[in-house]
């Protein structure tokens, strides 16, 4: 007796965008002490498997380690400083994680929707020309297979998605 097992690998593919980051895709040139910016990271699962998503934000305390600001540079949503979208949760570990599946063809909430330049920010002389930069960075890891059922995976928290991504990772 012969017995053939057939399985094909999963695909994981993700797109970030920042939808509103000044519409025209150019640099916020010439910014402001305060100025709110609208900046809001959202993925959307352009693969063939359901996933879990997380944002790593960097750069936020640039204008902090340049000595422009005693504050790091703050994200906030619906007017809420320090407060994520929908969904998203500080994983403690530098990452944001979309806390739900993201089935395929789907886009999360904004992790959040704008980001504030501090009020005490000062133009050092010297300074006046240097840009900063605020990077973002998604990661993604199939959904599927991280609990014995469906149902597990989708009841999980962000805690078992942060040990997830560090089984993947």
Known sequence: ??????????????????????????EADDVYPGEALPKDPTIENIGANPCFVRIKVTGLDCLKNAGLSEQDVAYRTNYNVGVLGENWADGGDGYFYYTKVLGKGETTPAVFDSIVIPTDVTNAIGNLDISYEIEVFAEAVQAQGAKASWAEVQAMDVNAIKDWFDAAF
């Open 1 to 26: 007796d012969d017995a053939t097992n057939v399985f094909t690998v999963g695909n994981v593919n993700i797109d970030l965008t920042e939808p509103n980051w000044l519409v025209n895709g150019e």
